[in-house]
């Protein structure tokens, strides 16, 4: 089994009816197992966006010149790693055919997410917009720091989930 093919085995296995979905609604948060941000996480997204400031990729100089003590993730490398702690913590939907991202509002990077810290996601469900074939859901989503007073940031997450249209 691939890790993709697992991945989609889990997240059938957390799959809930329309009805039990909307019980989430204000409801307690889901959250997310802990993920490390490691230094070849960062510099992998410093290749893939061409952001290579030296407060992300050089640990010497920013030892030397941040008052960070070290490296620190890009802060839309931290905004990026919802997606991952999403699937990982949350329910879907029955019928989803995919789920896509319809954008944020609100977004805030409260702390820098130091190299070595673990994070995590914390999402409540807001709201609901029911349609035919879609389901579109408003998340307050953070990503915590463990330790750390603050969150590294919160949002306000629009996800779409394309439904398959009831049988007649």
Same mark, same amino acid.
């Given at each position: 089994m691939t890790d993709s093919t697992a991945a989609e085995a889990a997240l059938r296995q957390r799959l809930?009816? &329309?009805?039990t979905y909307r019980t989430y609604v204000d409801a307690d948060p889901f959250?997310?197992?802990w993920l490390t941000v490691d230094q070849p996480m960062i510099d992998t997204f410093a290749d893939a966006t061409r952001d290579h400031q030296f407060i992300h990729v050089d640990p010497k100089r920013a030892r030397a010149e941040?008052?960070?003590g070290g490296t620190i993730a890009h !802060?839309?490398?931290?905004?990026?790693?919802?997606s991952?702690?999403?699937?990982?913590?949350?329910? !879907?939907?029955? +019928?989803? +055919?995919? @789920? &896509?991202?319809? @954008?944020f509002d609100e977004v805030r990077f409260?702390?820098?997410?130091?190299? !070595?810290? +673990?994070? +995590? !996601?914390r999402f409540t469900l807001r709201a609901i917009t029911e349609r035919a074939v879609s389901l579109q859901s408003s998340w307050d989503a953070a990503v915590e720091i463990e330790g750390a007073p603050k969150p590294a940031l919160t949002a306000r997450w629009i996800t779409l989930a394309v439904l398959d249209p009831l049988a007649s």
């Open positions: 809930v009816a &329309i009805e959250v997310s197992d941040t008052p960070f !802060g839309f490398l931290t905004l990026s790693l919802l991952t702690l999403a699937f990982e913590a949350l329910p !879907g939907v029955e +019928r989803t +055919r995919m @789920g &896509i991202n319809y @954008g409260l702390t820098p997410v130091k190299t !070595g810290a +673990r994070v +995590r !996601g």
